[in-house]
């Protein structure tokens, strides 16, 4: 068996060792004669597998029974408008801070259900940077608050949770949950698209605190009102099943492993590994303000971009998929998230060595 180092993105890698189990079990679920896929979402074995694993982030993520988990689906992008159809409640205006282009998303779509406060932006940096808290000017009256702490596009990445007083705080986790540990009690909501460290696409995952549930608006529809979703245990429609039952699978692996704890070791020195050598070099470079660099995105630019062709073509022959980076940045990314193996950052290091030997 052979397998790349697949620094995309997303959908990005996943374990291995989870795949080989979900391949084991493919066409027979622990002696049901069924894959999961074929499973009711009614059966007792499949409510099973879900109820574990919503367990099983739970104990990982340290959310307590103060939040509801959703297993919702339709990506990280339908909660930009669920959350404020859903948090707006008899306000009217809520704020965002603009770090980048899924900030810049989340700010456009909920610009049609809300007044959207930008509170503070970097683009005039070319999102380079986070703006000092001090800066901000958030509305003390916002319905919430929200932020994208980990920007997957740009590789930009908060190293403090913003302080939001009793406005709610709202982030688009979808490039950095499970990354390493969080204190979950300081956000109103945390949503994710599973795509990166969670699982396959579509699944997003959802954790909200109770209190904030029931107010959505009238014309909310059904499958978008998280109070509905929270009420049927995430199964008013029939959900993406394989998808929640892989996602278990990855939780399963990753509290193997240690847990975030482990992972957020692991991961620090995976990007302390490559920004390190990045640095080191006159060839690549990466221009975000070193205290907010991306653990799991890391964008990088050659000193010619002439090569980057030639580059690519190099790393694709050596299995190393996927490191071209975002049609609107240019340059290269390496998305090295838990499931990527310390290997995989030496082998990136490797050849990149080697490639500015040869052409530097
Ligand atoms: N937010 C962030 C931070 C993302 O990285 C992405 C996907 N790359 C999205 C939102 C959109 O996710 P989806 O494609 O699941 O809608």
Redesign the pocket.
């Known amino acids: 068996m052979s397998r790349a180092y697949n620094f995309c993105?997303?959908p990005a890698i996943l374990p291995t060792e989870v795949l080989q189990q979900a391949r084991e079990e493919m066409l027979d679920w622990r002696g049901t004669g069924m894959s999961v896929m074929e499973m009711s979402h009614r059966s007792g074995e499949f409510v099973a597998i879900a109820k574990e694993a919503e367990r099983d982030l739970r104990d990982l993520a340290g959310v307590s029974d103060d939040y509801a988990v959703l297993f919702m689906q339709?990506?990280?992008?339908?909660q930009?408008a669920t959350v404020p159809l859903n948090l707006l409640g008899d306000k009217s205006s809520a704020d965002y801070i603009n770090t980048g282009i899924?900030s810049k998303?989340?700010i456009a779509e909920a610009s049609r259900f809300a007044d959207v406060n930008v509170a503070a932006s970097s683009e005039a940096d070319g999102f380079t940077t986070v703006p000092d808290q001090s800066v901000w000017h958030t509305n003390p009256d916002a319905a919430y608050l929200h932020y994208?702490p980990?920007?997957?596009?740009g590789g930009l990445e908060y190293d403090f949770i913003p302080e939001s007083g009793s406005v709610p705080l709202v982030a688009?986790m979808?490039?950095t949950i499970l990354s390493r540990p969080l204190d979950i009690s300081r956000f109103g909501l945390i949503y994710a698209?599973?795509?990166?460290n969670i699982g396959p696409?579509?699944l997003?995952v959802v954790i909200i605190r109770k209190d904030l549930l029931g107010q959505a608006r009238a014309q909310t529809p059904t499958m978008l009102n998280y109070q509905v979703i929270a009420d049927n245990d995430s199964m008013y429609n029939t959900p993406a099943t394989y998808s929640w039952y892989l996602a278990g699978l990855v939780f399963k692996w990753l509290k193997a492993r240690g847990g975030v704890q482990a992972m957020g070791e692991i991961n620090r020195r995976k990007a302390d590994k490559l920004y390190g050598y990045i640095d080191a070099s006159d060839f690549y470079a990466n221009p975000i303000e070193p205290r907010f660099r991306s653990w799991m995105n890391v964008p990088f630019t050659l000193a010619d971009d002439s090569l980057n062709s030639a580059f690519l073509k190099g790393a694709e022959e050596r299995g190393l998929l996927n490191l071209k980076g975002h049609r609107t940045v240019g340059g290269m990314r390496a998305s090295i998230y838990n499931a990527m193996p310390e290997d995989g950052i030496d082998a990136l290091i490797d050849y990149m060595q080697t490639f500015e030997k040869e052409r530097a």
């Open positions: 993105a997303g339709g990506g990280a992008s339908s930009f899924w998303k989340a994208t980990n920007e997957t596009i688009d979808s490039s698209g599973a795509q990166k696409s579509g997003v």
